[in-house]
Protein backbone atom coordinates (compact mmCIF):
# COMPACT_ATOMS: atom_id res chain seq x y z
CA UNK A 1 0.00 0.00 0.00
CA UNK A 2 2.38 2.22 0.78
CA UNK A 3 6.27 2.20 -1.08
CA UNK A 4 9.43 4.57 -0.37
CA UNK A 5 12.37 3.95 -2.58
CA UNK A 6 15.87 5.14 -2.04
CA UNK A 7 14.62 7.90 0.84
CA UNK A 8 17.06 10.98 1.19
CA UNK A 9 17.05 13.55 4.05
CA UNK A 10 19.60 15.96 5.41
CA UNK A 11 19.39 18.92 8.26
CA UNK A 12 22.15 20.90 7.51
CA UNK A 13 25.48 18.73 7.06
CA UNK A 14 24.12 15.94 9.10
CA UNK A 15 22.68 12.95 6.54
CA UNK A 16 19.22 12.04 8.79
CA UNK A 17 18.50 8.93 5.86
CA UNK A 18 20.77 7.20 3.44
CA UNK A 19 18.44 5.92 1.27
CA UNK A 20 15.82 3.66 2.47
CA UNK A 21 13.52 1.53 1.12
CA UNK A 22 10.49 0.58 2.94
CA UNK A 23 6.43 -1.50 2.01
CA UNK A 24 4.07 -1.48 4.19
CA UNK A 25 0.89 -3.82 3.43
CA UNK A 26 -2.42 -2.90 3.98
CA UNK A 27 -3.41 -4.26 6.84
CA UNK A 28 0.00 -4.04 9.03
CA UNK A 29 0.87 -3.25 12.16
CA UNK A 30 4.57 -2.18 11.08
CA UNK A 31 6.75 -0.82 13.88
CA UNK A 32 10.14 0.57 13.50
CA UNK A 33 12.40 0.82 16.34
CA UNK A 34 16.56 2.26 16.81
CA UNK A 35 18.42 4.26 18.86
CA UNK A 36 17.93 8.07 19.27
CA UNK A 37 19.15 9.81 15.73
CA UNK A 38 18.65 6.61 13.53
CA UNK A 39 16.35 8.61 11.39
CA UNK A 40 12.74 6.74 12.89
CA UNK A 41 10.49 9.93 13.02
CA UNK A 42 11.93 11.71 9.97
CA UNK A 43 10.94 8.67 8.04
CA UNK A 44 7.56 8.41 9.35
CA UNK A 45 7.16 11.98 9.01
CA UNK A 46 8.12 12.02 5.29
CA UNK A 47 5.78 8.87 4.24
CA UNK A 48 3.52 10.75 6.10
CA UNK A 49 3.87 13.81 4.10
CA UNK A 50 5.10 15.91 6.85
CA UNK A 51 8.41 16.37 5.48
CA UNK A 52 9.80 16.10 2.04
CA UNK A 53 12.54 13.83 0.92
CA UNK A 54 16.19 15.77 -0.31
CA UNK A 55 15.51 12.58 -3.16
CA UNK A 56 13.61 9.11 -3.44
CA UNK A 57 9.80 8.72 -4.09
CA UNK A 58 7.04 7.81 -2.02
CA UNK A 59 3.97 6.35 -3.24
CA UNK A 60 0.21 5.25 -1.95
CA UNK A 61 -2.07 2.96 -3.58
CA UNK A 62 0.47 4.03 -6.58
CA UNK A 63 0.05 7.46 -6.15
CA UNK A 64 2.85 9.50 -6.10
CA UNK A 65 2.31 11.36 -3.04
CA UNK A 66 6.33 12.71 -2.59
CA UNK A 67 5.27 15.00 -5.82
CA UNK A 68 2.06 16.24 -4.85
CA UNK A 69 2.00 19.94 -3.20
CA UNK A 70 -0.06 22.50 -1.62
CA UNK A 71 -3.54 22.07 -1.12
CA UNK A 72 -3.46 18.77 -3.43
CA UNK A 73 -1.09 17.79 -0.96
CA UNK A 74 -2.98 18.92 2.38
CA UNK A 75 -6.36 17.47 0.86
CA UNK A 76 -4.68 14.10 0.36
CA UNK A 77 -3.08 14.22 3.96
CA UNK A 78 -6.44 14.85 5.48
CA UNK A 79 -8.57 12.17 3.51
CA UNK A 80 -5.83 9.74 3.68
CA UNK A 81 -3.40 9.74 6.57
CA UNK A 82 -4.31 9.65 10.45
CA UNK A 83 -1.43 10.79 12.95
CA UNK A 84 -0.99 10.13 16.67
CA UNK A 85 2.19 12.05 18.54
CA UNK A 86 3.64 11.33 21.75
CA UNK A 87 1.82 14.29 22.78
CA UNK A 88 -1.48 14.27 21.85
CA UNK A 89 -1.97 17.67 20.34
CA UNK A 90 -5.92 18.47 21.32
CA UNK A 91 -7.19 21.71 20.99
CA UNK A 92 -7.86 23.26 24.84
CA UNK A 93 -10.87 25.30 23.98
CA UNK A 94 -12.92 22.08 22.33
CA UNK A 95 -14.70 19.20 24.09
CA UNK A 96 -13.53 15.58 23.18
CA UNK A 97 -15.87 14.93 20.64
CA UNK A 98 -14.92 18.66 18.54
CA UNK A 99 -11.60 17.37 18.62
CA UNK A 100 -12.27 14.14 16.91
CA UNK A 101 -14.51 15.91 14.48
CA UNK A 102 -12.15 18.87 13.22
CA UNK A 103 -10.70 16.77 10.74
CA UNK A 104 -13.62 15.69 8.71
CA UNK A 105 -15.06 19.31 9.36
CA UNK A 106 -11.91 20.52 7.36
CA UNK A 107 -12.67 17.91 4.80
CA UNK A 108 -15.86 19.89 4.55
CA UNK A 109 -18.39 16.49 5.12
CA UNK A 110 -21.70 16.93 6.89
CA UNK A 111 -21.77 18.04 10.59
CA UNK A 112 -24.70 15.29 11.44
CA UNK A 113 -22.70 12.67 9.96
CA UNK A 114 -19.23 13.50 10.96
CA UNK A 115 -20.92 14.21 14.72
CA UNK A 116 -22.57 10.11 14.71
CA UNK A 117 -19.18 8.79 13.57
CA UNK A 118 -17.14 10.72 15.85
CA UNK A 119 -19.67 9.29 18.87
CA UNK A 120 -19.53 5.75 17.52
CA UNK A 121 -15.59 5.83 17.89
CA UNK A 122 -15.55 7.19 20.77
CA UNK A 123 -17.48 4.44 21.86
CA UNK A 124 -15.01 1.91 20.54
CA UNK A 125 -11.95 3.44 22.24
CA UNK A 126 -14.29 3.60 25.86
CA UNK A 127 -14.21 7.62 26.26
CA UNK A 128 -18.14 8.06 25.28
CA UNK A 129 -18.45 9.20 28.28
CA UNK A 130 -16.04 11.81 28.24
CA UNK A 131 -17.51 13.78 25.02
CA UNK A 132 -18.35 16.58 26.31
CA UNK A 133 -15.08 16.90 28.76
CA UNK A 134 -11.91 19.24 27.63
CA UNK A 135 -8.49 18.05 27.38
CA UNK A 136 -7.47 18.69 30.65
CA UNK A 137 -10.59 16.96 32.48
CA UNK A 138 -9.42 13.82 30.90
CA UNK A 139 -6.69 11.18 32.56
CA UNK A 140 -3.07 10.96 29.85
CA UNK A 141 -5.19 7.82 28.85
CA UNK A 142 -8.56 8.92 27.95
CA UNK A 143 -6.46 12.20 25.95
CA UNK A 144 -4.41 9.59 23.75
CA UNK A 145 -7.51 7.79 23.22
CA UNK A 146 -9.47 10.36 22.30
CA UNK A 147 -6.63 11.76 19.39
CA UNK A 148 -6.77 7.57 18.02
CA UNK A 149 -10.44 8.58 17.43
CA UNK A 150 -9.62 11.56 15.99
CA UNK A 151 -6.81 10.06 13.91
CA UNK A 152 -9.43 7.77 12.51
CA UNK A 153 -12.49 9.95 11.67
CA UNK A 154 -11.81 10.49 8.03
CA UNK A 155 -11.30 6.37 7.44
CA UNK A 156 -7.50 7.32 6.72
CA UNK A 157 -5.68 4.55 4.97
CA UNK A 158 -2.93 4.03 7.40
CA UNK A 159 -1.78 5.60 10.49
CA UNK A 160 1.05 6.95 11.82
CA UNK A 161 1.91 6.79 15.43
CA UNK A 162 5.23 8.71 17.05
CA UNK A 163 6.45 6.70 19.81
CA UNK A 164 2.43 6.91 21.06
CA UNK A 165 2.68 5.76 24.74
CA UNK A 166 5.81 7.61 25.32
CA UNK A 167 3.96 9.57 27.83
CA UNK A 168 1.56 6.60 29.05
CA UNK A 169 2.25 4.55 32.44
CA UNK A 170 2.63 1.23 32.32
CA UNK A 171 -0.92 0.39 32.01
CA UNK A 172 -2.10 2.34 29.54
CA UNK A 173 0.31 1.39 27.42
CA UNK A 174 -0.79 -1.71 27.02
CA UNK A 175 -4.25 -0.73 26.67
CA UNK A 176 -3.11 1.67 23.49
CA UNK A 177 -1.27 -1.75 22.23
CA UNK A 178 -4.20 -3.74 23.09
CA UNK A 179 -6.66 -1.01 21.05
CA UNK A 180 -4.40 -0.56 17.68
CA UNK A 181 -4.54 -4.42 17.47
CA UNK A 182 -8.65 -4.53 17.76
CA UNK A 183 -8.86 -1.73 15.57
CA UNK A 184 -7.09 -3.71 12.60
CA UNK A 185 -9.04 -6.50 13.60
CA UNK A 186 -12.23 -4.04 13.35
CA UNK A 187 -11.64 -1.45 10.42
CA UNK A 188 -9.02 -3.43 8.80
CA UNK A 189 -6.56 -0.48 9.96
CA UNK A 190 -3.20 0.18 8.72
CA UNK A 191 -0.52 1.04 11.39
CA UNK A 192 3.06 2.50 11.26
CA UNK A 193 4.38 2.97 14.65
CA UNK A 194 7.68 4.63 15.72
CA UNK A 195 8.71 3.39 19.60
CA UNK A 196 11.28 2.44 22.22
CA UNK A 197 8.38 0.32 23.64
CA UNK A 198 10.14 -3.12 23.17
CA UNK A 199 6.07 -4.84 24.17
CA UNK A 200 4.56 -3.07 21.62
CA UNK A 201 7.54 -3.79 19.05
CA UNK A 202 7.20 -7.14 19.70
CA UNK A 203 3.82 -8.12 19.36
CA UNK A 204 3.85 -5.82 16.09
CA UNK A 205 3.28 -8.17 12.62
CA UNK A 206 6.60 -7.06 12.07
CA UNK A 207 9.58 -4.78 13.18
CA UNK A 208 12.23 -2.59 11.07
CA UNK A 209 15.77 -1.88 12.95
CA UNK A 210 16.75 1.27 12.03
CA UNK A 211 20.28 2.11 12.26
CA UNK A 212 22.03 4.92 10.94
CA UNK A 213 19.60 6.51 8.61
CA UNK A 214 18.54 3.10 7.06
CA UNK A 215 16.81 0.36 7.54
CA UNK A 216 19.42 -2.98 8.72
Not at 2 to 26: C, E, F
Not at 30 to 58: E, F, N, Q, R
Not at 138 to 156: D, F, K, M
Amino acid sequence: MISGRQIYKAYGTVQVLKGVNIDINKGEVVSIVGPSGSGKSTLLHILGTLDKPDAGSVTMNNIAISSLTGKQLAAFRNRNIGFVFQFHHLLPEFSALENVCIPAWLAGRRKKEVTERARELLAVLGVDHRLDNKPNELSGGEQQRVAVARALINQPQIVFADEPTGNLDTANARELHDLFFSLRERFLQTFLIVTHNEELAAISDRTLHMKDGLIV
